[in-house]
């Protein structure tokens, strides 16, 4: 099982990804291992993350949402 997850960054921009594990991938991220984009924006917290049956369902979603608006993101929390 895969999820596609957003995290919010210290500058309030939203970083989309996919992991097996979300608690694990934030973590990789709050330490400078989760990729340059994280490391130079700094982390903040999980705000959404959402189930995938495997990792094409989890691409193609993350895909999707990666070009939609800051707010549409936001959108999802409630």
């Not at 970083?15 to 700094?42: C, L, M, N, P, W």
């Amino acid at each position: 099982m895969y999820f596609v997850y957003i995290i919010k960054c210290k500058d309030d921009t939203l970083y989309t990804g996919i992991t097996t594990d979300v608690e694990r991938r934030f973590k990789e991220h709050s330490q400078g291992k989760g990729g340059a984009y994280t490391r130079a924006k700094k982390v903040v917290k999980v705000i959404y993350s959402e189930k995938q049956k495997d990792r094409s369902s989890a691409q193609k979603r993350e895909n999707e949402i990666k070009k939609w608006t800051h707010e549409r993101k936001l959108a999802l929390l409630n």
